[in-house]
């Protein structure tokens, strides 16, 4: 139980040291009114945008920490072409 505290406070002081930086996102599926990706370094992303489908790969901003991941806002979507 202790080791799972100190792995759940390391995983939280990671994602809030992550607040304001700006990554490129996978996004995969939508779950519970948010679509939900991966960034390059495996930070699980939520983010609600009108912008977004499946499979849509995207900078975005990480705000802050949610669930198992962080709360990300859609700055541009990536065209792929």
């Known amino acids: 139980e202790r080791i799972t505290r ?13 607040r304001g930086m700006i ?4 996004f995969e599926q939508e779950k519970n009114g ?13 983010a609600k945008s009108d912008k977004i489908t499946d499979n ?7 705000d802050e920490p949610y669930l198992d991941g ?7 979507i990536v065209d792929e072409d």
């Not at 849509?56 to 901003?61: D, E, H, P, S």
């Not at 962080?70 to 541009?76: C, L, R, S, T």
């Open 6 to 18: 100190i792995r759940d406070k390391m995983k939280l002081d990671f994602l809030v040291k992550e």
């Open 23 to 26: 990554h490129e996102v996978l």
């Open 34 to 46: 948010y679509y939900v990706g991966h960034t390059r370094n495996f930070i699980k992303v939520y």
């Open 56 to 62: 849509t790969l995207a900078m975005v901003r990480i």
């Open 70 to 76: 962080v709360i990300g806002n859609v700055i541009q």
